[in-house]
């Protein structure tokens, strides 16, 4: 038997630990669990480079409630530790990592820190009275027993222990009473543990008592999809992935693998939801990982803005987690990170475009709001976007085909001679409501315009953002005064027809009737201003309108 004091360069380490760890007392639990998980991969590592001699068996890692007992007890079948390894980790390093911390961190109190600093394990002390750790090493060497209250006092003896690994036992305290409770624990345990590396099965005495059995199934998925090779994957592996993630939401449309070793480590899948109405728009639905750890589905300032539309996962040992966010911000590999996944989803977006268009115009539902926000929000993204941001034509064709859909240089080809204003700027013209501007509409296509579709909550903000980026195109909404704005085509413009069109077509508009002469500008073509230049082509479609327009003028 042993007793000593817990090395402390301050008067104690708990006050502090309390008071930064304080927001979200859940997270004990993942630490002590990441613990558990560390001592088995090491053990794994070991024995692959033969450290470690013999089987090692099942590794796996046991959370046991006992509510009478008032007891949460975490047990892992790792590496273990000897008497001096505690002493070492437990009773030392962790208080020099809270002392680099409070150093580090100055004045940042509010926000929670915890692992990388080697105060995990001093989480326990958040929801314990008192923390027993009985551990036996994978080397020949006694097994022992660690308690401590809370206090810089510890006890260490020698103890039984059959198996090798780790247990925690937490004695917990009257004000943490509610992890007492079955359903908090494995609500926890879902949070946070839900895709580690290493089985974890939940026993509770409740659950024993009844049926006398024990779970047979671990409350985790130890080999989640973005950890696997894409290669090994089919769309239903991701499709159900997502669903694992996601059991109410829609199929998604598409998704992007991650996975970046250099110049720093990253992996996940990150999903593109059907996004039918922007107030559906929900964020905060990427998950942020840690070697398979979650950490946050709070990812502001560490994905970028427009990209917190997406869905999925995250993972990265290289983000430090656990630290403040004004300190993510600055962090430099937060920054790369940032840039990297910006890259990556613009490439799958430039990929889609070019590689299935059709495919592609099929989902700018729900794309376009994601790439417009993306281009408004982020410059390079705006020069990137601009290559696949589709416009959409305000109705289908005239002859009944498709809705078209222009990139902004498709627009500007289809339109550049009739659809310049005096300034010699592109006009673009939109609607932002089909129903009340249909006449509008209607008169523009008549005239040979193309009129788009603008009328979702941010293209009033879209459209100036493309028009203070491209200097040369201008925003017009189909109901303003369109003739203002476009050159008068019919000064000096050519005919495209030959004589005997010109004839054939003027017999057909030259209709007289008492009282009424209409008389066409056949050069124009057109009966009402602004005139069009027709093309051969449209001449001919132009000849049918006419042909079935006779009918009921006839009749006139
Ligand atoms: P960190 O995990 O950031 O190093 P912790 O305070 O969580 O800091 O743990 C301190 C150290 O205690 C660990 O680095 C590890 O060496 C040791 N330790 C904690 N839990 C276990 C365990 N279940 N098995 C083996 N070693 C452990
Ligand atoms: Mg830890």
Redesign the pocket.
Known sequence: MQKGTIQVQTENIFPIIKKFLYSDHDIFLR?LI???V??SQKLKTLSSIGEAKGEFGDLIIEVKLDEEKKTITIS?R????TAA?VEK??NQ??FSGAEEFVKKYKGQNENAII????????SAFMVSDKVEVF?KSFKEEPAVRWECDGSPEYMLEETEKADRG?D?VLHINEESAEFLDAERIRGILNRFCRFLPVPIYFRHKEEKNEEEKEEVAPINNTQPAWKKKPADLTAEDYQNFYRELYPYNEPPLFWIHLNVDYPFNLTGILYFPKIKQSYEIQKDKIQLYSNQVFVTDEVKDIVPEFLMLLHGVIDSPDIPLNVSRSYLQGDPNVKKINNHITKKVADKLEELFNKERKEFEGKWDSLGLFVKYGMMTDDKFMERGNKFHLFETATNGGDGSEKKFYTLEEYRMATETLQKNKEGKLVILYTTDLVQQDAYIKGAEAKGYVVVKLDTIIDPSFINQMEMKWNEVHFNRVDADIADNLIDKQENQESVLSKDEETALKGLFDIKMPGLTMTVDVKGLSTEAPPVVATRPEFTRRMKDMASLSGPMGSF
């Open positions: 630490e990441s613990n558990a560390d001592a892992d790792g590496i273990g530790m390894e980790y437990l390093v962790a692992g990388k600093f080697g105060l995990g394990f001093y551990t780790t925690i």
